[in-house]
Nanobody, 118 residues
């Protein structure tokens, strides 16, 4: 079945960087649209990055210019490079396979904690 296994989270100081990885299996990765979401304590989840099967990326304003989503088809892995991290980036970050008629139901990773603090 679908599996999304995240890694790379941790504690970083403001201004630091982290790269999150999401290893995918159980579906045809090459035709799936993928995304990263995050959820801070007591707040709703929010999209932080989206990447289409063709590699087109988009970002909301809070992370634009600081975060970069990418994908490696051979490795079936999605990455989120996070630079210039701010305390407000602190959240649990989730890898997401978007639902669609060609790719089936959506799926979520287990989440990985990112804490930005001194």
């Amino acid at each position: 079945q679908v599996q999304l296994v995240e890694s790379g989270g941790g504690l970083v100081q403001p201004g630091g960087s982290l790269r999150l990885s999401c290893a995918a299996s159980g579906f045809i990765f090459s035709i799936a649209d993928m995304a990263w979401y995050r959820q801070a304590p007591g707040k709703p989840g929010e999209l932080v990055a989206n990447i289409t099967s063709g590699g087109t990326s988009n970002y909301p304003d809070p992370v634009k210019g600081r975060f970069t989503i990418s994908r490696d088809t051979a490795k079936k892995t999605v990455y989120l490079q996070m630079n210039s991290l701010k305390p407000e980036d602190t959240a649990v970050y989730y890898c997401h396979k978007r639902p669609g008629g060609l790719t089936g139901a959506g799926s979520w990773g287990q989440g990985t904690q990112v804490t930005v603090s001194s």
